[in-house]
């Protein structure tokens, strides 16, 4: 048995052990007479390890891996991103009679009615609706649990509100044990959506503190968003996350899914974060994994960002599920067009590197759901899971024709129909 290794002389402490346990199960053999297994030497067998480090066989491309930020659990939600609320466009299911989860109603008496609102709201399709009928001096709201804040640290704050009849100013808060340990107050305008932001500076530390929306006295409250994060969040993303993902120096990141992408409208995900819809995660609906809202708050201009705070190459994959071609053409106009083009005038069109571009390819596109060929920011598209329409595009996304025609792979031919091989160039 002869074993050769062609290594650098820093990679061989890596691979010590593994060439240990190699060498010792050589020339082993076993007894295939029903007894229990023994372990004999056979000194007839010898092996013979060469190391040769200054043999050069070849290149790893430097993205042959990367990492998957997906938009699935708690991934950018409670984790990358820094926002600390959640359903914060009030877009799920009620918890509490009438409150939307997590959130709790404050003050709730006879006297007083909540209820998600589906004909006035500010964002996607509902916003949280309260109304009360009680003199002035009782406090009724909604509140949020299990924050963690820090004493003396600045949070920054944003919410969309209407109002009728509420002579008396809107209190947000951060309260904890021992009470109010930060406030603020708005004056609200009439019957009409108006957007505040505010900056919240906590007296204590808070482990299990509450966010808090209240107004004393008669009337009718919307909320249609709100936000909270800290002061140091760096474009929306956690400032401690950040500085951890930059030591790991990732090649490149992949985003946005995965099986959330069959489902994904990218245009959902730009434009004023707050007016952005919020759609039922259809992946993780379809598996069983519950209900859950994808509140569109990291769209593609964010995800851009987040690899200019990390230097990560960006991998775009697009919706080759319930997408269409033209949809994808969009995208890699919105990332890579001329500034005069329709949506060519995206944030995520200034590269952040020499080039000038988001380099987003349409070259070497594997069929079947093989990965692509690694190039950095590859435009990642299922052909063999996409059909389009009677009349689609064929071979072009929306007027966009790839460079080069698609590999033939024939471990994926028997699955495609003719429509699919057409697609594929095959």
């Known amino acids: 048995v002869h074993i050769c290794f062609y290594m650098c002389l820093d990679r061989l402490l890596a691979t010590a052990k593994v060439i240990g346990c190699l060498a010792l199960s050589i020339g082993l053999v076993w007894a295939t007479d029903g007894r229990q297994p023994e372990h004999k030497r056979d000194p007839s067998l010898q092996a013979t390890i060469t190391i040769r480090p200054n043999s050069h066989i070849g290149t790893i491309d430097p993205h042959i891996y990367g990492h998957f930020p997906e938009l699935v659990f708690r991934v950018f939600y409670g984790g990358l991103w820094a926002e600390m609320l959640r359903a914060r466009k009030f877009e799920t299911r009620d918890g509490e009679y009438g409150v939307v989860k997590p959130w709790y109603s404050i003050g709730r008496t006879e006297k007083t009615h909540f209820m998600h609102d589906n004909t006035?709201?500010?964002?996607?399709?509902?916003?949280?609706?309260?109304?009360?009928?009680?003199?002035?001096?009782?406090?009724?709201?909604?509140?949020?649990?299990?924050?963690?804040?820090?004493?003396g640290k600045v949070y920054q704050g944003r919410i969309n509100v209407r109002q009728e009849g509420i002579t008396t100013p809107l209190v947000i808060a951060l309260d904890g044990q021992g009470g109010?340990?930060?406030?603020?107050?708005?004056?609200?305008p009439e019957a009409r959506?108006?957007?505040?932001?505010?900056?919240?500076?906590?007296?204590?530390?808070?482990?299990?503190?509450?966010?808090?929306?209240?107004?004393?006295?008669?009337?009718?409250?919307?909320?249609?968003?709100?936000?909270?994060?800290?002061?140091?969040?760096?474009?929306?993303?956690?400032?401690?996350?950040i500085e951890a993902l930059r030591a790991i120096r990732m090649p490149n990141l992949r985003w946005p899914g995965g099986n959330f992408v069959s489902y994904y409208r990218w245009e959902d995900g730009i434009g004023d974060r707050d007016r952005r819809p919020s759609r039922l995660n259809l992946s993780r609906a379809i598996e069983r994994e519950g209900i859950y809202f994808e509140p569109s708050d990291v769209g593609i201009d964010?995800?851009?960002?987040?690899?200019?705070?990390?230097?990560?190459?960006?991998?775009?994959?697009?919706?080759?599920?319930?997408?269409?071609?033209?949809?994808?053409?969009?995208?890699?106009?919105?990332?890579?067009?001329?500034t005069g083009s329709t949506y060519g005038c995206g944030p995520s069109a200034t590269r952040f590197s020499a080039t000038g571009r988001v380099a987003m390819s349409m070259k070497k596109l594997t069929p079947g759901g093989s990965s692509p060929s690694p190039k950095p920011c590859v435009l990642?598209?299922?052909?063999?899971?996409?059909?389009?329409?009677?009349g689609g595009t064929g071979n072009t996304l929306g007027g966009i024709k790839p460079s080069s025609k698609l590999p033939r792979d024939t471990s994926t031919t028997s699955r495609c129909t003719p429509t699919r091989r057409n697609i594929a160039g095959t």
């Open 193 to 241: 959506w108006t957007r505040f932001s505010f900056n919240l500076t906590p007296t204590q530390r808070g482990r299990d503190g509450s966010f808090t929306v209240k107004f004393s006295g008669p009337g009718t409250l919307w909320i249609g968003t709100v936000s909270l994060m800290p002061e140091d969040h760096l474009s929306g993303y956690r400032k401690d996350v």
């Open 302 to 338: 964010e995800f851009i960002e987040l690899c200019r705070l990390t230097g990560g190459e960006p991998f775009v994959a697009v919706n080759a599920g319930d997408g269409t071609p033209e949809e994808a053409a969009r995208l890699v106009e919105y990332c890579n067009g001329p």
């Open 380 to 390: 990642s598209i299922r052909v063999s899971n996409w059909s389009p329409p009677e």
């Open 180 to 188: 109010t340990h930060a406030s603020n107050k708005l004056l609200l």
């Open 120 to 151: 006035v709201f500010y964002s996607g399709r509902q916003s949280q609706k309260i109304v009360s009928w009680e003199s002035p001096g009782h406090e009724v709201g909604i509140g949020q649990k299990e924050l963690f804040f820090e004493k």
